[in-house]
C-alpha cells in the first residue's frame, strides 16, 4: 500500500508472525502500518488506473507529505496518528481531483491490495470481518459477534469510534475533507468482503452509545443454470 526509502518500514504482511509470537501493541502497531501501506499502493494503482497523468506532481507531494512524517520508533499512537494523517491526505487529493464520487474506485483499488497481501483463504464468512474487528478495535470501538462461521458471518459495531478520533484529530490541526467516516468505510469494507468471493450487506446504525453498523457477510450461492448474475469476485 511503495517504492520510497522509507517502504521498506510498512510491513505488508502482518501475519508473517504466529499471532502467539506477536505481542498485542506489536501486532496493532503492525495493522496500522498495513492500512498505510494498502491505501498508498492502492491510491498509486487507483491514479494509474484513471490514467490521470495529469495529476503525478501532486500524487508526489501527497507521497513526499505521507512518508516525511513516518515515526522512527514503533509505537502505536504514533503510527495511529501516521496513518490517520496519510488517510486524510489521500481523501483530500482523491476527491479534490476526481470528485466524491470516485473515491469508492480508490476504496476498491485498496480492497486488491489488501487481497492481493493477505494470506487468509477466500470464501471465509469470518476473514474480513475480523479484518474489520480489528481495525475498529485499534479505535476502542464496541463490538459483537452476532454470527460466526464459514459460511455467513454477522459483526455489529454498536459504537465507532473512529467518530470520536476524527474530532481528536480535528483539534490537532488535521484538515478533514469527508463529513462522514462512512463515506470511505462503506466501499472499502465491501471491496474487502466481495475480493474474498463473498456477499456483502450492510446497515448504518445511530443508537444510545453512537454512530455504528451491522456488516454480514455470506458464501455465494450456487449460479442458476443458464443465469447470468452478478458474483463477487473469484
Not at 182 to 206: D, S
Amino acid at each position: 500500500m511503495t517504492d520510497c526509502k522509507r517502504a521498506s518500514t510498512v510491513d505488508a504482511d502482518t501475519r508473517a508472525v504466529p499471532p502467539e509470537a506477536t505481542p498485542p501493541d506489536a501486532a496493532r502497531t503492525a495493522l496500522w502500518k498495513r492500512r498505510l501501506f494498502e491505501g498508498e499502493a492502492g491510491l498509486t494503482r487507483f491514479v494509474v488506473e484513471a490514467r490521470a497523468g495529469l495529476h503525478m506532481q501532486d500524487l508526489l507531494r501527497v507521497k513526499h507529505a505521507i512518508f516525511e512524517g513516518l515515526p522512527q520508533g514503533e509505537g502505536e499512537e504514533e503510527w495511529k496518528a501516521a496513518f490517520f494523517r496519510g488517510q486524510a491526505l489521500m481523501e483530500k487529493f482523491v476527491v479534490g481531483h476526481f470528485g466524491l464520487d470516485d473515491l469508492a474506485s480508490w476504496a476498491a483499488s485498496n480492497s486488491t491490495i489488501y487481497a492481493a497481501v493477505d494470506p487468509a483463504p477466500k470464501h471465509d464468512a469470518v476473514v474480513p470481518l475480523e479484518r474489520l474487528n480489528a481495525q475498529a478495535d485499534l479505535y476502542g470501538s464496541d463490538t459483537e459477534w452476532v454470527e460466526n462461521g464459514p459460511e455467513r458471518a454477522v459483526l455489529r459495531i454498536r459504537r465507532c469510534a473512529i467518530w470520536e478520533y476524527r474530532e481528536l484529530a480535528r483539534e490537532r490541526g488535521v484538515t478533514l475533507t469527508l463529513r462522514s467516516p462512512c463515506e470511505y468505510c462503506v466501499p472499502a469494507t465491501t471491496g474487502m468482503i466481495t475480493k474474498k468471493g463473498l456477499r456483502a450487506a450492510h446497515e448504518l446504525t445511530e443508537g444510545p452509545s453512537g454512530n455504528g453498523c451491522v456488516w454480514t457477510t455470506s458464501r455465494a450461492r450456487p449460479r442458476p443454470a443458464g443465469g447470468h448474475h452478478p458474483d463477487p469476485e473469484g
